[in-house]
């Protein structure tokens, strides 16, 4: 069975690679992170993201995305909840407990995102 990684670790990588409004950068600047782990290392990241990908399906994200984006299709929650956890710990956290707390971060990180 696969370990999840702490969450500490996780946000760090998180937060290390990010790149608001821009995916491929921060995918480019986790790839060269996530290579210098070791398997199990790799596998517990992953463990990690599809547990908050798994926290942060609710309704109210849903009806969130929604709002923000004119509709939100089955893969357009997923792309939002990609972003939610890319966005970093706070945002991520802050969402869970109150969804309309992303209407402080929509401005600066979405303008040029489509989900």
Known sequence: MVQMMADDRFWALMAASRFPRNQEKQVSA???RLEVL???DV????A???DKLD???SFDLWG???LANGG???DGFHYFRCWLVSSGRE???????????????RKPLWDDWEF
């Open 30 to 32: 986790l790839r060269p």
């Open 38 to 40: 070791s398997l199990e």
């Open 43 to 46: 596998e517990a990241f992953e």
């Open 48 to 50: 990690a993201f599809r």
């Open 55 to 57: 926290r942060s399906y």
């Open 64 to 66: 969130a995305a929604y």
């Open 72 to 74: 939100c299709s089955d």
């Open 91 to 105: 945002v991520f956290e802050n969402a869970l407990a109150d969804p309309d707390s992303l209407a402080d971060v």
